[in-house]
């Protein structure tokens, strides 16, 4: 992901997550940390369809974000994400942690085919629309 790429990843962040958006300035925050912070698009020609982040350490890393375009859902285009992901997350951390709505059981079982479990809840993470948080983690195979 580049700073250029901002205006198609935050239309997509709207449509997919609002009112739980991530910011623009969010956005340039994480990707000015290139030495613990791995993002990507998917792109179709000239089209951003797609979208992830990663945060990693030595000891953990964490799916901070995933998103594909509503018309695009069900191509593999966010399992293609993921692993691209965890492929980066298996060279630098161990553990992979995530949150997912607890309202999108299609994400919940892509994640669960990647090896990750649920191990437990966040109440009301996502603000402000309230929305509980399926807290789920993958250990390196």
Do not use: C
């Amino acid at each position: 992901m580049r700073l250029a790429d901002l205006d198609a990843v935050l239309g997509l962040e709207e449509q997919l997550f609002a009112p739980d958006t991530w910011t623009r300035a969010m956005y340039r925050d994480e990707l000015a940390r290139t030495d613990t912070r791995h993002y990507l698009v998917a792109e179709d020609g000239d089209r951003v369809v797609g979208y992830a982040g990663l945060i990693a350490y030595d000891d953990e890393a964490h799916v901070a974000t995933i998103g594909v375009a509503a018309d695009r859902q069900g191509e593999g285009i966010g399992a293609a994400l993921l692993d691209a992901l965890l492929a980066e997350a298996d060279r630098r951390s161990p553990v992979v942690l995530l949150e997912v709505r607890a309202d999108n059981p299609v994400a919940q079982g892509l994640y669960r085919r990647r090896g990750f479990t649920e191990i437990g809840r966040r109440p009301r993470y996502y603000q402000p629309s309230g929305t509980d948080a399926v807290v789920m983690k993958r250990e390196r195979l």
